[in-house]
């Protein structure tokens, strides 16, 4: 398990990547910022799956909603950094990690494959997990088009899936992270999320690229849910 507090490390040398035939100039950007990402150096030294797992650190540092017995739903898990830091930080509760895609195994958390826009996606997850969580994590992302307003309905529509599981879920009190692009949530989303938590708040993570519109909806204090109550009683 990799060990809390890694942090990036200092300045390093700048590395060119070669040209390489039949490789497109999009592609070579993209290894040669890899290479020279020092979250991407320090995750791996780590021993996460990837430079993700950074970003999470840095919000649960400042909204605190892991903790020791947590129970967490991890959705769009893959490869499983988020779900790396949840079991450090979470070690006598337990970590469900979805994705839509086939994941590797994560020795101490429950890997699960699931589509949250199937029809019967909340019944099987609540056959799964048996119960209430404390936490709702989504990285969820579709690829990107490049068409800002496209992007930008996709990634709603994932934050929108993520919170209907969160209020079908989550314990009174709960949390839930969702990935959103620059801008934030739209007005309903975000109005949505005031009614349904004490405190709403975004949040752009230093380990999120400086170029990327990508940042976070921290929302704590979940004010709870009939579905919730109804399994409680």
């Not at 020279?36 to 919000?59: C, H, I, Q, T």
């Amino acid at each position: 398990m990799p060990p809390h507090g890694n942090k990036p490390p200092g300045r390093q040398l700048h590395q060119r990547v070669k040209s390489a035939k039949g490789r497109k100039l999009s592609s070579t950007l993209w290894l040669q910022r890899q290479l020279n990402d020092p979250f991407v150096a320090a995750a791996k030294a780590a021993g996460y799956r990837s430079r993700a797992a950074f970003k999470l650190e840095e919000m649960d540092d400042r909204f605190k909603f892991l903790g020791r017995r947590k129970r967490v739903l991890d959705l769009g898990a893959a490869p499983g950094a988020w779900t790396q830091l949840c079991l450090a930080r979470c070690p006598e509760g337990e970590v469900f990690a979805l994705d839509i895609n086939e994941m590797d195994p994560i020795p101490g958390a429950h890997v699960l494959q699931l589509d949250v826009f199937a029809e019967n996606a909340v019944a099987d997850l609540r056959n799964i997990i048996g119960g209430p969580v404390d936490v709702v994590l989504s990285d969820m992302a579709a690829p990107s088009t490049g068409h800002p307003q496209t992007d930008h309905l996709r990634i709603m529509a994932l934050c929108e899936a993520a919170l209907d599981l969160a209020r079908h879920f989550l314990v009174p009190g709960g949390a839930f992270v969702a990935k959103v692009l620059q801008g934030g949530a739209e007005h309903s989303l975000l109005e949505q999320m005031k009614r349904d938590f004490r405190a709403v708040k975004h949040f752009k993570p230093k380990a999120s690229r400086s170029g990327s519109a990508e940042m976070y909806v921290v929302a704590t204090g979940f004010r709870g849910s009939v579905a919730i109550e109804e399994e409680l009683e």
